[in-house]
């Protein structure tokens, strides 16, 4: 569920700036921010810690899945541009500023959009996540794909 929280807030984010672009406002640029730096820290969480490990993929699932990381990638990169800059327009309100703050927060929200629809191919396409499909298994930890240690052919252990 927590990879929803990007795709909300990160779309939000780029409404929101957009209107602030053509009506600026204090209490909606700090809205802005908050938003923003919200879906830049889902997006960042979603993607290092609780995104569930793979195992046995076909070649076509795993381009989709890397295709998926790297619009991921892009959605954490943008959004946290798009946060910088919006934090910087508080201090220095320049149209030109706001503009570029506007491109990198919908960059973000494409990039989220794109990486949610690669999520999406990947479990209802190739049937990876439903009841355990295709998932690493740990015995122990948690199975929210955090907490865990790999094991890999060349390990020794």
């Not at 640029?29 to 960042?44: C, E, F, I, S």
């Not at 890397?66 to 619009?71: I, N, P, Q, S």
């Not at 949610?116 to 998932?135: D, E, K, N, V």
């Amino acid at each position: 569920m927590v990879v929803h929280i990007p795709i909300v807030l990160l779309l939000l984010a780029a409404l929101l700036q957009l209107v602030a672009v053509f009506r600026p406002s204090g209490p909606l640029n700090w809205l802005t921010l908050v938003v923003a730096l919200g879906g830049t820290v889902g997006a960042y969480v979603a993607g290092t810690y609780v995104h569930p490990h793979t195992d046995g993929l076909s070649n076509a699932a795993q381009a989709a899945l890397e295709t998926h990381e790297t619009y991921a990638d892009y959605t954490v990169w943008l959004g946290l541009a798009g946060t910088l800059l919006k934090g910087i327009t508080l201090w220095r309100p320049l149209k030109w500023l706001e503009g570029f703050t506007a491109i990198a927060l919908v960059g973000a929200g494409i990039a989220v959009g794109l990486a949610g629809h690669q999520g999406g191919a990947l479990t209802y396409l190739y049937g990876i996540g439903p009841r355990g499909a295709y998932l690493e298994q740990h015995e122990e930890g948690s199975a929210d794909g955090n907490r865990h240690e790999h094991k890999h052919p060349n390990d020794k252990h």
